[in-house]
């Protein structure tokens, strides 16, 4: 039976959107991953920096320190294989780029590109805009939290491999609770994922079981962190990377900041009232946009929204904690979209695929481009467009 001529046209249509919203995401990921890399290249070329790189090579080689099991672990294999400290930690940064990349562009072309997964992809608080935008706060220890999303993805893009997905998924996020204690926050998100990956016919009681062992990681780890919540003096830890050839001014940011008492790191509960806080307020709400439009259609709009919303209050504790306000945003609208992902990714609701009203969409996407979140409290910061425009003025 032949299509009719206006049903060919529309399907025709839709591909074509489809296609071009494809080919607009690969050009703009793969655009903001090769300067990501430039970027780590730029960081080995100056001896590292002293956040991105700083923040990992934390060690408790001189004795125990929060943070510092995974600066341990590197060191002695930058031991046993002879590779610089730098290198090995850059190379595998690069490497978790690269990968969360990869899956998360497989997985949002197996999913059709509909406009409303083009948006909510090109989120400024959405990981790689996020890095693009604002460089340093980049590939920081919550990089290891969005690997432990990433098998839970390929298992509901794959529809099998759930128990080696979890399994993979679980050692990365062991390393990352030990490495940071800010990323026990990530652990209801990561359970909902797990959730949704298991088997329609796994029992109750094994469900519960198998998210006890994510859940007692991040009990470990806090606690961990809190029994060493401070180090008056930060030379030894310091004396292991220059033994090793690093230069000492790495250790000037991350690795000082523990000497920091819990009192002194803590930002006080009135700075929530403050400008700033309320600047990060309208660029939060300016990236929630996209999530907003994404439900639009489904019969239960509503509820999902006010779920996304209340979903934030996960984080609020780092607000108070620690000042890198960006950062926690960036927290909630990645851990939000890899959820997201395994979600559409197994179920494909119909709602996914109802195309926003032009204009809304137009708009949403000139402003996901234009602005930037950077990991400092309450600023803006250039977006991709705006940046890209300032890269070809200054040639």
């Given at each position: 039976m032949p299509i009719p001529r206006g049903l060919h046209s529309m399907n025709t249509i839709s591909q074509g959107v489809r296609s071009r919203n494809g080919v607009l995401l690969v050009a703009i990921l793969a655009s903001a991953l090769l300067y990501l890399l430039y970027q780590l290249y730029v960081d080995f070329s100056l001896g590292g920096n002293s956040w991105k790189q700083g923040d990992w090579l934390i060690n408790e080689?001189?004795?125990?320190?929060?943070?510092?099991?995974?600066?341990?672990?590197?060191?002695?294999?930058?031991?046993?294989?002879?590779?610089?400290?730098?290198?090995?930690?850059?190379?595998?940064?690069?490497?978790?780029?690269?990968?969360?990349?990869?899956?998360?562009?497989i997985a949002a072309l197996k999913l059709g590109m509909p406009d409303k997964l083009l948006l909510l992809l090109l989120s400024p608080g959405f990981l790689?805009?996020?890095?693009?935008?604002?460089?340093?706060?980049?590939?920081?220890?919550?990089?290891?939290?969005?690997?432990?999303?990433?098998?839970?993805?390929?298992?509901?893009?794959?529809?099998?491999?759930a128990p080696i997905a979890y399994l993979l998924s679980v050692i990365a996020y062991g390393m990352a609770v030990f490495a940071h204690e800010g990323t026990v926050f990530f652990l209801p998100f990561l359970l909902l994922a797990m959730w949704l990956v298991m088997p329609q016919d796994a029992s109750t009681a094994i469900r519960l079981t198998v998210l006890a062992v994510p859940?007692?990681?991040?009990?470990?780890?806090?606690?961990?962190?809190?029994?060493?919540?401070?180090?008056?003096?930060t030379s030894l830890i310091c004396a292991q990377l220059v033994q090793r050839g690093l230069d000492p001014a790495i250790c000037g940011g991350a690795i000082d900041y523990l000497q920091s008492t819990p009192e002194e790191a803590k930002m006080h509960p009135g700075n929530l009232l403050t400008t700033e806080f309320r600047s990060l307020l309208l660029i939060y709400a300016a990236c929630l946009l996209s999530f907003r439009v994404m439900f639009q259609g489904s019969e239960r709009f509503e509820l999902w929204f006010v779920a996304i919303l209340a979903s934030g209050l996960v984080f609020l504790p780092l607000y108070v904690l620690a000042g890198d306000y960006g950062r926690w945003l960036n927290?909630?609208?990645?851990?939000?979209?890899?959820?997201?992902?395994?979600?559409?990714?197994?179920?494909?609701?119909?709602?996914?695929?109802?195309?926003?009203?032009?204009?809304?969409?137009?708009?949403?996407?000139?402003?996901?481009?234009?602005?930037?979140?950077?990991?400092?409290?309450?600023?803006?910061?250039?977006?991709l467009v705006v940046k890209v425009a300032r890269l070809i003025y200054d040639l």
């Open positions: 080689l001189s004795g125990s320190i929060r943070r510092g099991l995974f600066g341990s672990a590197l060191l002695r294999t930058s031991d046993v294989t002879g590779l610089s400290p730098l290198l090995l930690l850059i190379s595998l940064q690069a490497l978790f780029v690269t990968l969360i990349f990869v899956v998360v562009v790689f805009l996020f890095w693009f935008n604002d460089p340093q706060g980049s590939v920081r220890k919550e990089l290891l939290v969005y690997l432990a999303f990433l098998p839970l993805i390929v298992v509901a893009l794959k529809g099998r491999g859940s007692l990681l991040a009990f470990g780890g806090g606690l961990y962190a809190a029994m060493n919540t401070h180090t008056p003096d927290y909630h609208i990645s851990s939000l979209t890899f959820v997201l992902l395994v979600f559409l990714l197994k179920w494909r609701p119909a709602w996914l695929y109802e195309a926003p009203r032009r204009l809304d969409f137009l708009c949403l996407l000139a402003l996901n481009l234009v602005i930037g979140v950077s990991h400092s409290p309450g600023e803006m910061t250039d977006g």
